[in-house]
């Protein structure tokens, strides 16, 4: 515990200091229906909590659907793109 207190705050915490009231949803990356090396990599950068447009896309994303979506510079649409893409690519063993 006292490594992770002296690697400093998450990702989530320093982001809500300057984000928006709303720019994160209540989803947190652990509860994400993908494979464990990746909810591990994610847990060790720190990512915690999912953005909205993370939250609305990447379960749809997982199901293997269609998604378009349109939201701001820097809210999180590369991730909600690539953890589906990860995931995907580790269950086939690429």
């Known amino acids: 515990?006292?490594?992770?207190?002296?690697?400093g705050p998450s990702v989530t915490e320093m982001e809500k200091s300057f984000r928006?009231?709303?720019?994160f949803s209540e989803v947190k990356y652990e509860s994400?229906?993908?494979?464990?090396?990746?909810?591990?990599?994610?847990?060790?950068?720190?990512f915690e909590t999912l953005t909205?447009?993370?939250a609305k896309a990447i379960p749809h994303l997982l199901d293997g659907k269609d998604v378009?979506?349109?939201?701001?510079?820097?809210?999180?649409?590369?991730?909600a793109?690539?953890?589906p893409a990860i995931d995907l690519l580790y269950n086939v063993k690429f």
Do not use: D, Y
């Not at 349109?70 to 991730?79: E, I, Q």
């Open 1 to 7: 515990k006292k490594a992770e207190e002296a690697a």
């Open 20 to 23: 928006p009231a709303g720019f």
């Open 32 to 46: 994400l229906n993908v494979c464990e090396p990746l909810k591990r990599a994610l847990k060790e950068h720190k």
């Open 52 to 54: 909205e447009i993370q």
């Open 68 to 79: 378009l979506a349109a939201a701001k510079t820097g809210s999180g649409k590369t991730l």
């Open 81 to 83: 793109f690539l953890v």
